[in-house]
C-alpha cells in the first residue's frame, strides 16, 4: 500500500467554523507534512512531524494546528479561518533520515466562505 | 535551502522526447536532486531521484551535470498524459532538510 489517503476531498466552512482534515498512511513513514497549495502557485511547506514530534512549523498562523496521534495518522483543526485561507491542502509522507521519495495525498480542497 | 531555477513553460509534440532543464549552482555535496510532477486537479507525484550518476526508471531518466550544478529530466516519449508541473527540489540530508520546498517549476504542454 503506497497510498496517502486524505479526507475529505472537499470542505466548505464559514470563518466561524471549526474543522478537522485528516491523512492517513501505512507505510510505515515516520515523517508526516502538511502543505498548502493556492492556485497556480507551487505547494508551500506548513508543518513537518517526524516520529510523531512537531519538528518544523513555518511560522503558520495559530488558526491551524497540526496533530500526530500516531504513526499513521495526521491532521489538521482549523478555527476561524479566513477567506483567504481557502487553497488545496496536501499532506505527504516520507520515511525519515533518508532522501528517498515522498508521497502526497490528493489533497482537500477548503473553501472559507 | 539551496535554490533551483527552472523555465516557466516548456512545449512538446507528443511521442518525442522532452528535456527539462533545472540549474541549481548553490547545491550542497549533500543535496540529492528529486523530481516530481503535479497533474491538473492531483497531488504532487514523484519521478525520479539522484545524488551524482544518472539514473534511470520507468517513468523517465535523470542526467545531472558532473559539477552538480545542473541536471535534466529526461521524459523519452511524451504523451499527453504527461502534461503537467514538473519540479525540481533539492532534498537536503540533514536537520530539518528532510522536507520538500517546492520552487516554481516548469508547465509541459504537450501537443498531439
Known amino acids: 500500500d503506497t497510498e496517502v489517503t486524505q479526507t475529505p476531498k472537499h470542505l466548505v466552512m464559514g470563518m466561524t467554523n471549526k474543522k478537522s482534515l485528516k491523512c492517513e498512511q501505512h507505510?510505515?513513514?515516520?515523517?508526516m507534512y502538511w502543505y498548502k497549495q493556492k492556485a497556480k502557485k507551487p505547494p508551500e511547506l506548513m508543518f513537518v512531524?517526524?516520529?510523531?514530534?512537531?519538528?518544523i512549523n513555518e511560522s503558520v498562523p495559530s488558526r491551524f494546528s497540526p496533530e500526530c496521534p500516531n504513526s499513521s495518522l495526521l491532521n489538521l483543526h482549523l478555527h476561524a479561518l479566513q477567506p483567504e485561507d481557502s487553497a488545496l491542502y496536501l499532506c505527504?509522507?516520507?520515511?525519515?533520515?533518508?532522501?528517498?521519495?515522498?508521497?502526497f495525498g490528493q489533497g482537500t480542497r477548503l473553501t472559507v466562505v | 535551502d539551496a535554490k533551483t531555477t527552472q523555465p516557466n513553460s516548456m512545449e512538446s509534440n507528443e511521442e518525442e522526447p522532452v528535456h527539462l532543464p533545472c540549474n541549481h549552482s548553490?547545491?550542497?555535496?549533500?543535496?540529492?536532486i528529486h523530481w516530481y510532477r503535479q497533474l491538473p486537479s492531483q497531488g504532487p507525484e514523484y519521478v525520479i531521484h539522484?545524488?551524482?550518476s544518472n539514473v534511470n526508471n520507468r517513468m523517465a531518466s535523470l542526467a545531472i551535470a558532473e559539477d552538480r550544478k545542473s541536471s535534466t529530466l529526461i521524459l523519452h516519449r511524451a504523451t499527453l498524459r504527461d502534461a503537467a508541473v514538473y519540479y525540481c527540489?533539492?532534498?537536503?540530508?540533514?536537520?530539518?532538510?528532510?522536507?520538500?520546498?517546492f520552487g516554481k517549476g516548469t508547465s509541459l504542454l504537450v501537443t498531439p
Open positions: 505527504a509522507s516520507s520515511r525519515w533520515g533518508t532522501a528517498g521519495e515522498a508521497f
Open positions: 507505510m510505515g513513514h515516520r515523517a
Open positions: 512531524y517526524s516520529y510523531e514530534k512537531l519538528s
Open positions: 548553490t547545491i550542497s555535496g549533500t543535496d540529492y
Open positions: 539522484g545524488l551524482t
Open positions: 527540489i533539492l532534498r537536503a540530508t540533514g536537520g530539518s532538510g528532510y522536507a520538500l520546498n
